[in-house]
């Protein structure tokens, strides 16, 4: 009757062993072959660094070093 209960306990570790192992694989694997998943950190988007320095050096050369304000607001007199 011990012997039953000890091989019994030990079946049921051995199964929630296996069941753990076969779930974390299959987490790593879901991970890895998701197309959504990102694989790689995120990077900012934004213009590259020589495409930024071409255009500030355009618009240096073109004699603008500052953009167009708009102009004041219109003011009434008063009556």
Do not use: E, W
Not at 14 to 30: R, S
């Amino acid at each position: 009757m011990l012997a039953g209960r000890r091989r019994a306990a030990r079946a049921k570790v051995v199964v929630t062993v296996c069941g753990l192992a076969v779930f974390g694989a299959g987490m790593g694997l879901a991970r890895a072959s998701y197309a959504g998943h990102r694989k790689h950190p995120a990077r900012p988007l934004g213009a590259p660094r020589d495409f930024l320095g071409v255009v500030q050096d355009d618009i240096l050369r073109s004699g603008v070093v500052a953009p167009a304000q708009a102009p004041p607001a219109a003011q009434t007199s008063a009556s």
